[in-house]
């Protein structure tokens, strides 16, 4: 079963500074019917104007993945990390026995655009921990390129969860295919252009979950992004 989520029908925040679309319940948006899918917990596409960001705050016990679309983001952490991360860049913070981070737009006067996306862990209590890698465009073009698995397979990055997180670039007569086995599911979330989803046309904002389906098929695209998740 296929079933889809339009843009429009996520939950919206306009803070002045920071404006968000939620894919599933967050903060003041609440909706019993998107509380998740599987461990995807949070899809958040989030836009932060210059010199703004969210302050020094906490997290625990969940894999938290950063995808910057555009502009540049600023990260610090109680880990003592602390980097610069642009378009390319993924970074994966396992919140674990608890973490202190703040997320900031390095530039004072360009906005910064990208999605977080959290993912519960496979259990409580695992080390807090974090990666960081640039994935360069000529590696998800017309294909789906692995950014994040359990074990860190193909130069991907490793979080504690039996999931798969990958991207793909996609145009024209391009074509793109995932098996999903049956014991998965599949999660698609159209970052930005367009494309045909299983035969459903998708553009950017939209998603599609999957259940007791076999495949998920990309094609007909105009000058689309992706990340597909295969979940447990």
């Known amino acids: 079963m296929m079933q889809i989520r339009r843009s429009e029908q996520r939950g919206h925040a306009e803070h002045g500074w920071l404006s968000s679309r939620h894919t599933f319940s967050f903060a003041g948006y609440t909706d019993p019917r998107h509380m998740g899918f599987g461990p995807l917990r949070v899809i958040n596409e989030d836009t932060v104007a210059g010199g703004q960001g969210f302050g020094t705050h906490g997290h625990r016990d969940m894999e938290i993945i950063s995808y910057v679309l555009q502009g540049a983001l600023e990260h610090k952490d ?13 970074q994966r913070m396992s919140a674990g026995t608890g973490v202190m981070h703040s997320e900031f737009n390095h530039s004072p006067t360009e906005s910064v655009h990208f999605l977080q996306i959290w993912i519960f862990p496979d259990r409580n209590g695992h080390a807090s921990g974090y990666e960081e890698k640039h994935f360069d465009a000529a590696s998800k073009r017309g294909r789906l390129r692995l950014l994040v698995s359990p074990d860190g397979r193909d130069g991907s990055l490793r979080m504690n969860q039996d999931a798969f997180l990958y991207a793909a670039l996609v145009d024209g007569e391009e074509r793109v295919e995932h098996a999903i086995a049956p014991d998965r599911r599949g999660y698609v979330h159209v970052v930005r252009g367009a494309l045909s989803v299983n035969g459903q046309v998708l ?25 597909v998740f295969d979940l447990p």
């Open 78 to 90: 109680s880990m003592g990390n602390g980097s610069v991360l642009r378009y390319g860049d993924v």
């Open 203 to 227: 553009k950017a904002g939209d998603a599609a979950s999957f259940e007791q389906e076999s495949r998920i098929v990309l094609d007909r695209a105009q000058d689309a992004e992706v990340l």
